[in-house]
T-cell receptor, first 115, second 114 residues
Framework: DTGVSQNPRHKITKRGQNVTFRCDPISEHNRLYWYRQTLGQGPEFLTYFQNEAQLEKSRLLSDRFSAERPKGSFSTLEIQRTEQGDSAMYLC?????????????FGPGTRLTVL | QKEVEQDPGPLSVPEGAIVSLNCTYSNSAFQYFMWYRQYSRKGPELLMYTYSSGNKEDGRFTAQVDKSSKYISLFIRDSQPSDSATYLCAMGVGTQGGSEKLVFGKGTKLTVNP
């Protein structure tokens, strides 16, 4: 499968715990994005990397959230001290700079439930 | 006012019907426009993208963009039960506009009844 992959697919955690999600983009894609989607809403942008550089961050990305893409390949999104309001689907997307005006391809998502 | 408005539905149609899905937007800097299909508990799947006013056709799907009215549409011809999903419009300003993020509508939930 050459699409975007995300792990884990589901995560249940207790309030106050830290969680980390991983995203593997399409292999030749140099851009990687994180979005969050809550029930009944469209995805909301969190952050974006071009290669290993984090170039854009949303106001939604509070200081409890941190994202990395250390070698310009896979990325991790960590949430510290989780809150019930963090329960959502976390989506990763990738694109290739210069191809089709930023056409983003999404992974299956990681569904987070904070108890 | 949200940047992108989309009627969440739900929309229910019989098999074979023509479906029209629409979004309006307020930011005139949006340069490119996409439609995604999302099945329950899955990631969005790209259906169509365009970055000019006019129509673009792909099989049973036609995307229409009217930048002067800030209005985009997706038409589905000969709808099938397998088209039952949530349809999300998305748009972006691009590098020249200073952002690579996509801004999404809420999504319209479509059910095609056999």
């Amino acid at each position: 499968d050459t699409g975007v992959s995300q792990n884990p697919r589901h995560k249940i955690t207790k309030r106050g715990q830290n969680v980390t999600f991983r995203c593997d983009p399409i292999s030749e894609h140099n851009r990687l994005y994180w979005y969050r989607q809550t029930l009944g809403q469209g995805p909301e942008f969190l952050t974006y990397f071009q290669n290993e550089a984090q170039l854009e961050k949303s106001r939604l990305l509070s200081d409890r959230f941190s994202a990395e893409r250390p070698k310009g390949s896979f990325s991790t999104l960590e949430i510290q001290r989780t809150e019930q309001g963090d329960s959502a689907m976390y989506l990763c997307a990738s694109s290739l700079k210069g191809q089709g005006q930023n056409v983003q391809f999404f992974g299956p998502g990681t569904r987070l439930t904070v108890l | 006012q949200k940047e992108v408005e989309q009627d969440p539905g739900p929309l229910s149609v019989p098999e074979g019907a023509i479906v029209s899905l629409n979004c309006t937007y307020s930011n005139s800097a949006f340069q490119y426009f996409m439609w995604y299909r999302q099945y329950s508990r899955k990631g969005p799947e790209l259906l169509m993208y365009t970055y000019s006013s006019g129509n673009k056709e792909d099989g049973r799907f036609t995307a229409q963009v009217d930048k002067s009215s800030k209005y985009i549409s997706l038409f589905i011809r000969d709808s099938q039960p397998s088209d039952s999903a949530t349809y999300l419009c998305a748009m972006g300003v691009g590098t020249q506009g200073g952002s690579e993020k996509l801004v999404f509508g809420k999504g319209t939930k479509l059910t095609v009844n056999p």
